[in-house]
């Protein structure tokens, strides 16, 4: 075993974190309070700050214009790029565009490529994905409603669906849609990318979530599929592997988004640590000589380096070994980083008394807008259940 | 012992409950998601059906215009309004009006009891409370740098308050601030009335609260005092008991809090249960079938019943044996409570999932707002320190 | 509402109190470390005092000996006596006896409360209950395999047992046993009187628990039937009514278990102040001045009270309404008590330190031996189960 | 980073395991049950076995008999070891004497390793380590009372110490004492070597812990040191230097802890797993169906993943950065993996039900022997200050 990073590694993190602090920071007060679209020209400018570090799209293979960073080493880049939410956005790895990229690059025809990942990958458009639907449990990921019948060279699409991250100006979508209702439950799905000028297209509204009304990029979107007609030639992949390239996005997926949690949980930390070191309870008495906030500095530094190690363990496993023999690390990590997350930015909050809940830090966003951890790609419950019955069959346990 | 609930309470409760569920709950959409300001003139027509329902000012005296209920009845009354957030603004019983108007009544004279109380009562005024400080930590009740100092007949006042709620339209606001500076520490403040009118007064902004801009009543405000005059005559009570007075609002406005928090709880239980009672994760299979879900009922259940049973039970001791005597009970509450509130809260938005988080349901307001729950009125921390000193002392603890 | 404890109960639970630290207290040690045979003539002389103090078998009807106090003034004494381990056996209340002794007088026949119940209530003899079974998951009560076949004027009883609580020495059992197996499941079970001297009767052993090997009346044994024969007389109420009769027994049992766990948390908890207030850190610095401490403290002070309020109002319910309506609310104390005794004990111990672990204090017998409080008459995940079934059929949910 | 682990360690992991569960566990009852000394006879000839298998004293350099095994090869030999009780005594790397060869074979003379750790590292004579004392909290290491004053060629020593784990027996006692009392605090104590023949030591009792007597290497004792004399050459290392050695010691003696606590916490986990995989609720219908067991196995499966990490890593640091500066990771693990040590047994012991209460599992005997985990060598409290405190440095705070 051998835990030492690189010193490449390390100076890269090193440089992303001072370019981080100096110049995405101090726009978190109008991203936190503003719209969106009044803040993408600033971002752009960032953007090309990124460009210019050669760190653009660092996931992507280089083919297609990235940087081509191993699985690793971008897992460890995603923790530095959490601590602020636009942080991906400016390196062009945000959700749910980078996993589009990562489909549309491995399953993808050349045509797909071209018309879609590169735009993308150039930051020239976004995309979103169109999977949970209102009327379905999303916990139950091979129940769908949304239909994608065959006509001729056509595919016809009825269906609704929410909880689309980032639709409002998409692009394009790719929409999990039931192609083969009466195969195998996880075979009846395919994935199609549907063009968001498309007739019968509709995007209904930005679902408001948590006081935050939502445009552009941080959005989720509620859309109608009514009769909406797409040539078969944008089925990604198979048909009927809609379920099987879900799961081949979303195992990498939630290692990404786990790092995120942890970069939100560093930067919580130093907000913490740095008001119970300065506030004052009294002249000259530090609110860190309080037993209790060194009992939530200490629980909180111990449980964010269990979480990074167990999800750098996770993808080490993917890497050596596949995402199918990571599955019960996938599972814990889901689960597990996310409930850290949770207690530290409430701990960092409390540290923080009413200036926590006030929106004069970026506590409150974390508090508010990373509640959907334990329950998107999965929730808790669901991952629990995963990693408990793979344990429970190798003790002799059937069904 | 006996734990019954007089018939006619019970109708009263029954009957506040259907005209909430009936006339309020329907605004909750508009309240969540619009401006305070263009939701007055309909909360004005339900005030008016309640002072139809003779349940105006339920906890003020008759003789200010009030119900004149006994505390345990307002407490059971509070609960039941808790269940929106507009409950007890419809009621005319919302903090920090209530406090003011309590304090009014006990400590004022009978001019400030005609020219602040009775507008209150009447509900044609609203008054804010400006305490805290943002230089000082508000959970060192004694430390303040807001002064008056004595000029003939006047006071002049000089300082920063933050976190004043509802103080955005308020048209007075009881102020502590420090006029003995030489005293013992909890004799140095006293409690004095500033019309917002006068110059010098400055109400610098609407602190926004966990993506919440806040106006009108509610909000919280940031306020500076310049030089601020105002006549001797407008100081209530004595010079120096600021620190008594507000113990003698907190006391029993502990309680008033915690009752709503209860509301709070019972509203996001029901809501809770209908949707593990009704959403399908599978054809047929309600998610109250899930033993997890199972779990957070029960214990949401035993909680909340040991939550009131507590509270009802200091309130019962302030009334029976005065609010220091039941102090220990008072600390107990604030910080049980609080956090069964946030647990409860929590698990009513896991079980809806993505739509939990969502604005489409009232959790996520309850999830955000009421976070500072934990915060103001002593954060938890500084109430068990109360609670355990005093239990260590009868142990013979000394300091 | 009303909280207020009679004075004349509070001089009896006074009066209890001070003859259980003088009298029974010191007895601990011997308790815990030796033979509970040896420490049975000094027990008579302490039972022999009660007698005197006219507190003998305080819950028994006087027809039948006893004190014959009220459900709720039992329940408080019941908290008192729950401070020592022997408080109950020395005022002749213990569990299993107890039990044994309601249920023989509500559907005892004339000649099994002159054979069974005097001698019980007397003190002259013991008992045991015998329900559970190693190869039938006692969370499942209408599962067992113990037979009752009837034979003329006897029932032929075979079958196997644990968890038999006091059976060494224990005069009867009282046997769940199967009579009826092609009824209705809550309905194939009877509750049938063995005298242990019985052909057929086989005590096997006294299970050791948590490293207790236990003996006489703190024991729990394993037993067998074997073709034991019994009068059809010793039927106790009617043939299929066991599971009735069970859970008559049950749920007023469980308000006993609850207040004697919530005499063991005051127990704990002044052992713990006393130990924070005394035991210095450095010279002059009690740990009761670390805030970790103190938040034990306080935590444990509410949750201690929040238990003892639920527990009075669950057994004022069962008083005023009966068990049935009541079942919820002891589902609920059954599970929460049963926690906040875990934690309560733990704190304690942590406060005492090494101290804590070593048996020169009684807080280590709590831990072991009382970690059974969350399996025992029913675990927690099966009361929760039942607490929040009944909630979601009121909103709806069938099955 | 690698999380590889060489095929060759692999290897020796699972014959060590093998043998463990062939030859050592069925030991376990009568090791739970009877005295230590009856055991020994059987242990000698496992230990003849481990010799046989060349894995004899495995943390031992080879110069004095053992296998010298680097760090991190032990770290985790030592998790294989932990899974039972007898583990590390079969293979001569069980505490205090583990410890006690560490600190000779680094600080000792050359006569001082001949007559005293050579027999230790052969297994032919055991130690304890005597620092505890019942006057002065454990927890805090600088203040004690028992003294050395020099006379001559002598230490006279006197004082009095407790919890020295398996002083019953012990050749020698390494003891902590105080011999320049007017030192700054860290520099007052000595480490001094006492034969456990002289006149003057005095072996009081063993203390009885969590019910279980102690006798031999599973015991801990109570001890007076009274006018004892021994040689100045028995001093360990400089005059002043007990502190640094016991922290020297400490470091990576929580290293070995931690990965002990861990072995229990895999053999709960499979005890817990197996259970759930075979018992049955109802014919066909076994415990691990449970959604709440599930949740169990889940958390158990993360945290324990999650230790594991966090005790490599920092055995890692110790390894390749050296003790001082892996203080924080060490620290942290020794409160984080006591947590989930406490927390998966006893999770294991709800799923046995009864049975998990009985000596009829392993289970109880790491329920309560294995709670003082949370308090010898620094309890939770202490390491979270220390933790924190070093974090607060960093921001900036003073004292």
């Keep these: 075993m051998d835990f030492s990073i690189p010193s490449d590694i390390q100076d890269m993190l090193a440089n992303v974190g001072q370019f981080l602090r100096e110049e995405v920071y101090p726009l978190e007060e109008r991203f936190v309070s503003g719209a969106f679209a009044d803040l993408v020209p600033t971002l752009e400018e960032k953007r090309a700050r990124v460009k210019e570090m050669k760190l653009w799209a660092p996931q992507v293979p280089a083919e297609y214009g990235g940087v081509g960073l191993g699985f690793m080493q971008h897992a460890m880049l995603s923790e530095e790029l959490g601590r602020t939410p636009m942080g991906h956005y400016v390196f062009n790895c945000q959700a749910p565009d980078a996993g589009n990229m990562e489909i549309l690059a491995e399953f993808g025809t050349q045509a797909q490529k071209e018309q879609f990942l590169l735009p993308l990958a150039a930051g020239k458009s976004r995309s979103c994905f169109a999977m949970t639907e209102p009327e379905c449990a999303g916990s139950n990921p091979v129940w769908m409603k949304t239909t994608a019948v065959r006509d001729g060279d056509e595919y016809v699409i009825n269906g609704h669906k929410w909880f689309s991250s980032a639709a409002d100006g998409a692009a394009f979508a790719v929409a999990m849609v039931v192609t083969n209702p009466d195969a195998e439950p996880h075979q009846r799905a395919s994935q199609i990318i549907v063009p968001t000028d498309v007739p019968g297209y509709r995007w209904i509204r930005n679902i408001p979530v948590m006081g935050h009304a939502g445009d552009g990029w941080p959005s989720h979107s509620e859309l109608r599929f009514e009769n909406v007609r797409v040539p078969v030639s944008n089925l990604l992949g198979e048909e009927g592997a809609g379920f099987a390239i879900a799961q081949a996005r979303l195992g990498p997926g939630r290692i990404h988004h786990c ?16 008001r119970a070191a300065t506030r004052e309870l009294a002249p000259g008495d530090p609110l860190g000589n309080r037993q209790t906030v060194q009992n939530w500095i200490a629980e909180s ?6 979480a990074r190690l167990m999800v750098l363990h996770a993808a080490w496993k993917i890497d050596n070994e596949g995402t199918k023999a990571a ?17 530290v930015v409430d701990r960092a909050i409390q540290v923080h008394g009413a200036l926590g809940v006030s929106d004069d830090t970026i506590l409150q966003y974390f508090y508010r807008q990373e509640r959907g951890a334990r329950i998107y790609d999965g929730p808790d419950e669901v991952h629990k259940t995963v990693l408990a019955k793979r344990a429970l069959r190798s003790f002799g346990m059937k069904k």
């Design 301 to 306: 530094r111990a449980e964010i380096n269990a």
């Design 327 to 343: 599955r019960e690390e996938i599972s814990a990590i889901k689960f597990y980083v996310a409930g850290v997350l949770m207690a």
């Design 259 to 274: 790092m995120r949690w942890i970069g939100i949980c560093e930067r919580s930390f130093d907000l913490m640590c740095e």
